[in-house]
């Protein structure tokens, strides 16, 4: 039961337009959401995250977006860089359960 | 430099030959968690370790076994590694009340045969 979706394996973009990737969950006890940011033969990196009780957190470059009601989130990166191609984990974790629940991942790829 | 550790970072064996995948962290954190990574999930948590002598499954523990003896060390063990335990394995460390940022380790590619 994949409780985390991130539907699109892979999103091919502009250099200088706009990435948007996508993120689905299931479980109504998430209140925290994540994103982290993997390029090959490293580890994942923490990139934003998002309390419940906010619908939008800015930092730089990179927005995410919250909508409860649909349980979706989104990560918005303006404007888009060679440097951001990486692979994108979307995660969620419930308050008082000790772990992160992770989507599948997105492959962005930004062209110049 | 803050970091996690990882070794070894590729392996290749033969079913049922024991192994153990190391993980050390230098940031003082107190919990410590391990995760694989397969194409079309994602990464799963084996197990996590709140702090020393303190352990507890994850989504995945079956066929494998973790201990937590110091502070800095949570070593991955296959008793018996079987061919569905080819993986990518990544450990990754945090401060307990900020366990959701956490920091990754490189990664251990894993090949049973």
């Known amino acids: 039961d994949q409780q985390v979706k991130q539907n699109s394996p892979s999103l091919s973009v502009q250099e200088g337009r706009i990435s948007i990737l996508n993120c689905d969950y299931t479980?109504?006890?998430?209140?925290?959401f994540l994103w982290y940011k993997k390029y090959p033969a490293e580890g994942p990196t923490f990139l934003i995250s998002?309390?419940?009780?906010?619908d939008k957190n800015e930092d730089g470059r990179f927005t995410v977006f919250l909508n409860k009601s649909a349980k979706h989130l989104s990560l918005h990166i303006v404007p888009s860089q060679p440097g951001d191609s990486a692979v994108y984990f979307c995660?969620?974790?419930?308050?008082?359960?000790?772990?992160?629940?992770f989507g599948q991942g997105t492959r962005l790829t930004i062209n110049p | 430099e803050a970091q996690v550790t990882q070794n070894p970072r590729y392996l290749i064996t033969v079913t049922g030959k024991k192994l153990t995948v190391t993980c050390s962290q230098n940031m003082n954190h107190e919990y410590m968690s391990w995760y694989r990574q397969d194409p079309g999930l994602g990464l799963r948590q084996i197990y996590y370790?709140?702090?020393?002598?303190?352990?507890d499954k994850g989504d995945v523990p079956e066929g494998y076994k973790v201990s937590r003896k110091e502070k800095r060390n949570f070593p991955l063990i296959l008793e018996s590694p079987s061919p569905n335990q080819t993986s990518l394995y990544f450990c990754?460390?945090?401060?307990?009340?900020?366990?959701?940022?956490?920091?990754f380790g490189p990664g251990t590619r894993l090949t049973v045969t």
């Open positions: 370790s709140m702090n020393v002598e303190v352990t």
């Open positions: 479980n109504s006890m998430f209140d925290y």
């Open positions: 995660a969620a974790s419930a308050r008082g359960i000790q772990k992160l629940v």
């Open positions: 998002i309390s419940s009780i906010k």
């Open positions: 990754a460390s945090s401060f307990r009340d900020q366990k959701r940022e956490q920091y």
